[in-house]
């Protein structure tokens, strides 16, 4: 059994800033990638980053050079900085975990809420 928690979310004014964690535990014992989504009311669950075994990131164009995605590979854990928050960031973020053998895991979501 896996569990991922999450933590983080909460209420932000526009241009502020929140940090997001995602701690794997369980029965884990090799990561791959790790990521983390978006969904918006009404909107399908969007990739935001994602960061693999060895440090390769990518971003949703609309948070390249404002999120920041890293992992802590002793702490099973992955980490998403977010600045210059936009209104339209606001969303319920979940992470993924890929292990290395197995089925992904999501966690339950948290929810971000950028006011203007």
């Known amino acids: 059994q896996v569990q991922l928690v999450e933590s983080g979310g909460g209420l932000v004014q526009a241009g502020g800033s929140l940090r997001l964690s995602c701690a794997a535990s369980?029965?884990?014992?090799?990561?791959?990638?790790m990521a983390w989504y978006r969904q918006a009311p009404g909107k399908q669950r969007d990739l935001v980053a994602q960061?693999?075994?060895?440090?390769?990131?990518n971003y949703a164009d609309s948070v390249k050079d404002r999120f920041t995605i890293s992992r802590d590979n002793a702490k099973n854990t992955v980490y998403l900085q977010m600045n210059s928050l936009k209104p339209e960031d606001t969303a319920v973020y979940y992470c993924r975990v890929a292990p290395t053998f197995g089925r992904p895991y999501w966690g339950q979501g948290t929810q971000v809420t950028v006011s203007s």
């Open positions: 960061i693999t075994s060895d440090g390769a990131t």
């Open positions: 369980g029965s884990i014992y090799s990561i791959n990638a």
